[in-house]
Nanobody, 118 residues
């Protein structure tokens, strides 16, 4: 499974960004696609995941501001991030797995940098 993330950038606090992750390599309809992030000096943390049959999940820290969705026809997962805060700054990674939306994930793409200025 190959994963290609895009959509990162610099945004002011309170702004929005939408990240995309295009997946390829296998029949991905049954796979869960998800997002993680890693802030400077911190460990990578789970943001959210979505499986078209099993549903979606989001971390408590973002569930009132972020939305995760997927387009199976395009094998793409999206992370809509609203009301961004400086603490949302980090490298965002897309990932894939079989099964539920919760970690661990087994396939990883490269990251895309999100910087939220105060």
């Amino acid at each position: 499974v190959q994963l290609q993330a895009s959509g990162g950038g610099l945004v002011q606090a309170g702004g929005s960004l939408r990240l995309s992750c295009a997946a390829s390599g296998r029949t991905l309809g049954s796979y869960t696609l998800g997002w993680f992030r890693q802030a400077p000096g911190k460990e990578r943390e789970f943001v959210g995941g979505i499986n078209w049959r099993l549903g979606k999940c989001l971390a408590d820290s973002v569930q009132d501001r972020f939305t995760i969705s997927r387009d199976n026809n395009k094998n793409t997962v999206y992370l809509q991030m609203n009301s961004l805060k400086p603490e949302d700054t980090g490298v965002y990674y897309c990932a894939a797995k079989e099964g539920s939306c919760y970690p661990p994930y087994h396939y990883w793409g490269q990251g895309t940098l999100v910087t939220v200025s105060s």
